[in-house]
């Protein structure tokens, strides 16, 4: 079955809100089994909507519309999917009741447009929504389904989730499941020829590649006849991305993110980490304690942007400054060795580049950035050469950071583990 989404809202075409629902209600009803080939963002305007309309009755047989349910008179939607399908808008008793019960928690007072939202057209399924005064609404017609959800996130996820889903999955005769693979440390041009035979192989399941920060994420996806099926065809595919990508592959759970996965590594092994910064200036210790639990391993951060603070604060020799300089894999070296000592922890990451605009030379070029790691006094330096705006290049040399740290912890957990046998 084919779905369309409409959202409707002159402040998405403004720009003044950025369109999150349709995001969230695309990946929602590929989950459903439900092919998505079309979205329209419209504004408040009956003349356009209708038209928008039409055009997608023609060529979906589910229109999903968010937006356009509140009580002021820009609020078009519901009075025109109902003008469309030819539907009287009747007062629905129960809904004016709830919105009677929704201002009296709240100790306010109706206005008299608020009772506009307990007009449903004739005919249509009421979805409940606790969160708001609009109701969801379903309406079957003219061989299309019409689903009318609220505009705000907080009451169009759960109504969708609670009573969308469950009626999607009654209607549609398949489901898609999706598992993503992350990898970090290599980039998505060698990702994609390391994957290329599987690509050019693949039907059901398929495999997309999407490029972040740092990071390469695999998104397999199947369909089955339900959501256990599709699941079950993901497996050998997953299986084989895990072989492929054996250290640079650090989770295939959704919500685990690059900053989770060093943090619990350090968590099983009972190690900790300070992190000693110049041109990351702090974003290495913000990503990490965003993990809950991280303070069981991340026991100090230091931003020494200056090179003065290198020498008191990590012992950084004078005369390296004066002949390496600053960004040098010997400054990045004695970062830190200088953070392991004064912190007396088990690991440290240091970072020092040039993050531009500004400062650079033919020889230390704006994108220059040394990492160092250390690693119960194993230590590795890597030199990176990073493009695009300050923050660009301070957003890469973060990540780059993290997964250094990752791959000098498997290779000292690996040896250690060796060793032990």
Same mark, same amino acid.
């Given at each position: 079955?084919?779905?369309?989404?409409?959202?409707?809202?002159?402040?998405?075409?403004?720009?003044?809100?950025?369109?999150?629902?349709?995001?969230?209600?695309?990946? %929602?009803?590929? &989950?459903?089994?439900?092919?998505?080939?079309?979205?329209?963002?419209?504004? *408040?305007?009956?003349?356009?909507?209708? /038209?928008?309309?039409?055009?997608?009755?023609?060529? =979906? !047989?589910?229109?999903?519309?968010?937006?356009?349910?509140?009580?002021?008179? *820009? *609020?078009?939607?519901?009075? +025109?999917?109902?003008?469309?399908?030819? %539907?009287?808008?009747?007062?629905?008793?129960?809904?004016?009741?709830?919105?009677? @019960?929704?201002?009296?928690?709240?100790?306010?007072?109706?206005?008299?447009?608020?009772?506009?939202?307990? /007009?449903?057209?004739?005919?249509?399924?009421?979805? !409940?929504?606790?969160?708001?005064?609009?109701?969801?609404?379903?309406?079957?017609?003219?061989?299309?389904?019409?689903?009318?959800?609220?505009?705000?996130?907080?009451?169009?996820?759960?109504?969708?989730?609670?009573?969308? %889903?469950?009626?999607?999955?009654?209607?549609? !005769?398949?489901?898609?499941?999706?598992?993503?693979?992350?990898?970090?440390?290599?980039?998505? =041009?060698?990702?994609?020829?390391?994957?290329?035979?599987?690509?050019?192989?693949?039907?059901?399941?398929?495999?997309?590649?999407?490029?972040?920060?740092?990071?390469?994420?695999?998104?397999?996806?199947?369909?089955?006849?339900?959501?256990?099926?599709?699941?079950?065809?993901?497996?050998?595919?997953? %299986?084989?991305?895990?072989?492929?990508?054996?250290?640079?592959?650090? +989770?295939?759970?959704?919500?685990?993110?690059?900053?989770?996965?060093?943090? *619990? /590594?350090?968590?099983?092994? &009972?190690?900790?980490?300070?992190?000693?910064?110049?041109?990351?200036?702090?974003?290495?210790?913000?990503?990490?304690?965003?993990?809950?639990?991280?303070?069981?391993?991340?026991?100090?951060?230091?931003? +020494?942007?200056?090179?003065?603070?290198?020498?008191?604060?990590?012992?950084?020799?004078?005369?390296?400054?004066?002949?390496? #300089?600053?960004?040098?894999?010997?400054?990045?070296?004695?970062?830190?060795?200088?953070?392991?000592?004064?912190?007396?922890? !088990?690991?440290?990451?240091?970072?020092? #580049?040039?993050?531009?605009?500004?400062?650079? +030379?033919? @020889?230390?070029?704006?994108?220059?950035?040394?990492?160092?790691?250390?690693?119960?006094?194993?230590?590795?330096?890597?030199?990176?050469?990073?493009?695009?705006?300050? /923050?660009?290049?301070?957003?890469?040399?973060?990540?780059?950071?993290?997964?250094?740290?990752?791959?000098?912890?498997?290779?000292?957990?690996?040896?250690?583990?060796?060793?032990?046998?």
């Amino acid at each position: 079955m084919i779905v369309e989404l409409i959202s409707v809202g002159t402040e998405i075409l403004l720009g003044n809100i950025v369109n999150t629902n349709a995001a969230y209600l695309s990946e %929602k009803c590929a &989950g459903s089994g439900l092919s998505c080939f079309f979205q329209t963002v419209v504004g *408040d305007n009956e003349e356009r909507l209708m /038209m928008v309309l039409k055009t997608a009755a023609e060529r =979906s !047989d589910i229109v999903i519309l968010s937006g356009g349910l509140g009580p002021t008179e *820009d *609020d078009l939607t519901k009075e +025109t999917v109902a003008k469309y399908c030819r %539907k009287k808008l009747l007062l629905n008793e129960e809904w004016k009741k709830h919105i009677e @019960e929704y201002f009296a928690r709240r100790n306010v007072k109706p206005t008299d447009n608020n009772w506009k939202q307990a /007009m449903v057209p004739e005919g249509a399924i009421v979805l !409940d929504n606790p969160n708001g005064t609009a109701p969801g609404l379903i309406l079957e017609q003219k061989g299309c389904r019409f689903i009318l959800l609220p505009g705000p996130p907080n009451e169009l996820i759960p109504l969708f989730e609670n009573s969308v %889903k469950p009626y999607l999955e009654k209607i549609t !005769d398949s489901a898609i499941y999706s598992q993503t693979v992350k990898l970090c440390g290599v980039g998505e =041009s060698a990702v994609e020829t390391k994957i290329k035979d599987l690509i050019d192989a693949q039907s059901n399941p398929t495999i997309a590649t999407y490029a972040k920060t740092g990071e390469v994420h695999l998104r397999v996806t199947a369909k089955g006849t339900d959501a256990k099926e599709a699941k079950k065809l993901t497996k050998p595919l997953v %299986k084989e991305l895990k072989s492929r990508f054996e250290t640079e592959l650090y +989770t295939t759970e959704e919500e685990v993110t690059l900053e989770k996965a060093v943090i *619990d /590594m350090l968590a099983a092994n &009972g190690m900790t980490l300070t992190c000693a910064e110049s041109c990351t200036g702090g974003m290495v210790v913000a990503r990490l304690v965003n993990v809950p639990g991280c303070s069981e391993v991340l026991k100090s951060g230091v931003v +020494t942007y200056s090179n003065k603070a290198k020498r008191k604060l990590l012992g950084v020799k004078k005369s390296t400054l004066q002949k390496h #300089g600053a960004v040098s894999a010997k400054t990045a070296e004695e970062m830190v060795k200088g953070a392991v000592f004064t912190s007396k922890c !088990d690991t440290a990451i240091a970072t020092t #580049g040039l993050a531009g605009p500004d400062g650079g +030379t033919k @020889e230390n070029p704006v994108g220059l950035v040394f990492i160092a790691c250390n690693v119960k006094g194993a230590i590795t330096v890597e030199e990176h050469h990073f493009s695009g705006d300050r /923050m660009k290049i301070r957003e890469s040399a973060t990540a780059a950071t993290l997964a250094l740290l990752r791959r000098c912890l498997l290779e000292y957990i690996g040896k250690t583990a060796f060793g032990k046998n």
